[in-house]
């Protein structure tokens, strides 16, 4: 939503917004402790050189959580998708995955960059991942072929 805080990403050389939604949803499930990771799905709109960020849903009870695995199952999170792409008129749809890591840096592991590559491929669009850590964030840019495009660190402030 134009006027709220926000934070924009430069990657690639596109911008990518992440709203405050998606920002308290990240620090709310930042993995400290003995925390399992969390997961889900990233809503928004895709411009050619900007993307908006406006929902990254929540871990659902249907998802495979522990400390150091996630399986992030489709029920809830798409049934979600499907409800803002229609209250949007088709406007709001998926852009991407989101997890946590229990790290200060979080960087995604090969299992990570392969799941989203092959996600890209199926998809044959363009996605976003975000690997979530306490405070480092990384955001990768996967092209619609399932490369790895574009790679860079971001915080998510306290």
Do not use: K
């Given at each position: 939503m134009p006027g709220l805080p926000s934070l924009v990403v430069a990657i690639g050389g596109q911008q990518v917004?992440?709203?405050?939604?998606?920002?308290?949803?990240?620090?709310?499930?930042?993995?400290?402790?003995?925390?399992?990771?969390?997961?889900?799905?990233?809503?928004?709109?895709?411009?050619?050189?900007?993307?908006?960020?406006?929902?990254?849903t929540p871990p659902q009870l249907t998802d495979q959580r522990s400390f150091l695995y996630f399986l992030r199952e489709r029920k809830g999170h798409i049934d979600m998708a499907m409800r803002r792409w229609e209250e949007s008129q088709g406007l709001i749809?998926?852009?991407?995955e989101w997890h946590t890591h229990p790290e200060s840096r979080a960087r995604p592991s090969r299992k990570d960059i392969e799941s989203a590559a092959k996600i890209a491929r199926t998809n044959a669009s363009s996605i976003l991942s975000i690997v979530v850590g306490d405070p480092e964030c990384t955001m990768l840019?996967?092209?619609?072929?399932?490369?790895?495009?574009?790679?860079t660190p971001f915080r998510v402030l306290p």
């Open positions: 917004r992440l709203d405050l939604s998606v920002l308290t949803t990240f620090r709310h499930f930042r993995q400290t402790g003995n925390r399992p990771e969390a997961c889900g799905i990233l809503l928004g709109l895709q411009w050619a050189d900007r993307w908006e960020i406006t929902e990254a749809g998926y852009l991407g840019m996967f092209d619609s072929f399932g490369n790895l495009s574009a790679s």
